[in-house]
């Protein structure tokens, strides 16, 4: 009983980190457009940048995504096509360029909801947007 909480308490973050919603509340609040995050929650007031170099866990994870991305597209190509050494490396270059902008916001989201499940901020508001 106890470990099926903590499960469904990780999916439920995963699930917030994929929206992009904030890891407490569950309101979409981290992004004012584009790349740019609220410094805080708008709703919760929940402090996303907790400290200075917070978020540089978020481009180790960026950073594997991409490498996992690429090496899987790579192999799975060379397996199924016969494609050139020249379009292998317009095309993995491209797209590991391209996949870090891509997955910026989705690669901080993740990582301050798994930081948020690992460590919770505890003051007075949390608990009442945890019951929720
Ligand atoms: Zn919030």
């Known amino acids: 009983m106890q470990e099926s909480k903590g499960l469904q308490r990780v999916l439920k973050y995963l699930w917030r ?12 609040s981290l992004y004012r457009r584009g790349l740019a995050m609220h410094e805080r929650c708008r709703y919760c007031n929940l402090k996303f940048e907790r400290e200075q170099g917070y978020f540089l866990g978020a481009m180790y994870l960026n950073y594997g995504f991409t490498v996992m991305i690429v090496l899987a597209g790579y192999f799975t190509l060379e397996i199924l096509a016969n494609v050139s050494l020249s379009l292998h490396l317009w095309l993995w270059t491209s797209i590991s360029l391209l996949l870090p902008v891509l997955l910026y916001r989705h690669s901080r989201a993740l990582w301050l909801c ?15 947007y945890e019951e929720s």
Do not use: E, S
């Not at 980190?17 to 509340?25: E, I, V, Y």
């Not at 460590?119 to 608990?127: L, M």
């Open 17 to 28: 980190a994929w929206r992009l919603q904030c890891p407490r509340c569950g309101t979409r």
């Open 114 to 128: 798994m930081d948020y499940c690992i460590n919770p901020v505890d003051d007075a508001n949390a608990r009442a």
